[in-house]
């Protein structure tokens, strides 16, 4: 049976407003996970976040961290717990190393300068401990939200949104130090809009939309779903129909016979691509353009609801 | 009790004022030095006395409480208002932190800072004018219970409000002339009766009133009356205290 470590029961976020942010949202996350949760802006990414770390009160529902409430055990669920928000929201004049230090006594931690020295070295900041916030760079800052985060050890740990505004460098260290996080043994939250980024970094991917958990599947099993492209070409002449020849190839042509479409899954068998090619030249079919299109998230999203209902 | 996440705070906000030297230690020193100079000088020259009491010296607790009544306002309702408005109260609210350690750290922060300025007003008028404290464990109890007061009083108006205009609102337009009319540069009894009875629901007066007994034994109203006073206040900020916190009310979403 899976450990798990974050527990999340029918839970509903109702904003003052009357807006449904939340949606009976079940999910049971495994400890010591990379669990990516993706969503269009709006989703409700933030909220559950939000409401999981306590900064949004629940409207309905119940969550569990390690075993505890996270209302009535409070303290015990925060400890556990590390956020690094979507906003890069900081102080200005503090100093790297203060603001890190009063984040560590704030999660009711003994002082351990030895701690803080190591995480802020793994971030690439010791160098500028004694720098005021203000003086940051935004990649610098986004570095500073995470070290805040880690200064008092947190088990389970909230990334909403990290690679916002982050440059591909910055990135790449990011997922390493992700890695080497999950490798301890902290289970890491994130949430992303960019499906890439789930791929590349996730275990599991959870995919909410309009404040509803649609699934939660292994990356490699929703990647088989949902990793379906098209390649098109634009014919030099019309064709009247496809050759019995090409008959196992999934392929769709146009009503001016001008465009044939070929439908494949980028981590199956039939991604030949190059069979394909020569197939067609075989037979004569010869095409002045060629582009290949992947189905958007936003389409993903469409048949993932039409397929829920 | 998460004594680190208080000690955290109270340290972060002490910080914040060493950095703000200027502004929350030498301004109000230059400010009461001007009043000295504006109604010490100009008004005392005209006055000379009030009740045995050279004007100067009479002024001297009405400017203390008048620095520690909107210092206190200003530093506790600033320092909880302004991690609302930049957004840094995230991390705040996802801390192992119940809001009575919050309270702690930040009116016990806001409070520790009037209790300096008020000791440094204090000296800096022994400059201008001979003092005289008569009773000093009463004139540092009235002192506390101000500045905790005042600090809690702060932190309610920095929780509710949500904009800058709300912040300023309260000190401005409620405080400030409540100082000004609870007899910090007069005694209430020059005035005429009526103005007498009127000055009597102003509760600043009060305190004003208790204060400089504690140096002069010059009192409007009578000790016991200024204490009860104080000290309903006190218990009046912690209950609205206790009841935001009870109703999470314009902290969480
Ligand atoms: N404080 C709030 N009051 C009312 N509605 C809100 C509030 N915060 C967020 N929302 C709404 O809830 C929905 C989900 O927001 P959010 O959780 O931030 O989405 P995501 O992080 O996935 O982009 C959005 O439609 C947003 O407008
Ligand atoms: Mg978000």
Redesign the pocket.
Known sequence: MQDTIVSIRNLSKT???G?K?LKQVNLDIRRGEIIALL?P????????ISTICGLVNPSEGQVLVDGFDIIRDFRKTRSLIGLVP?ELTTDAFESVLSTVTFSRGLFGKAPDPAHIEAVLRDLSLWEKRNNKIITLSGGMKRRLLIAKALSHEPRVLFLDEPTAGVDVELRKDMWALVRRLRDSGVTIIL?THYIEEAEEIADRIGIITRGELLLVEDKSELMRKLGKKQLIMDLLQPLADIPDTLAHYTLALSADGLQLTHTYDSQGADADITALLDDLRRVGIHFKDIRTTQSSLEEIFVKLVEEAR | MNWYAIKAIYKFEMARTRRTLLQSIVAPVISTSLYFVVFGAAIGGRIQEVEGVSYGAFIVPGLIMLSLLTNSISNASFGIYFPKFSGTIYELLSAPVSMFEAVLGYVGAAASKSLILGTIILATSALFVPLQIAHPFVMILFLLLTCITFSLFGFIIGIWADNFEKLQLIPMLIVTPLVFLGGSFYSASMLSPFWQTVTLFNPVLYLISGFRWSFYELADVSIAVSLGMILMFLLACIGTVWWIFKTGYHIK?
């Open positions: 904003y003052a407003g807006f942010a969503g802006n709006g989703a409700g990414k933030t909220t559950l979507q949430t | 979403k």
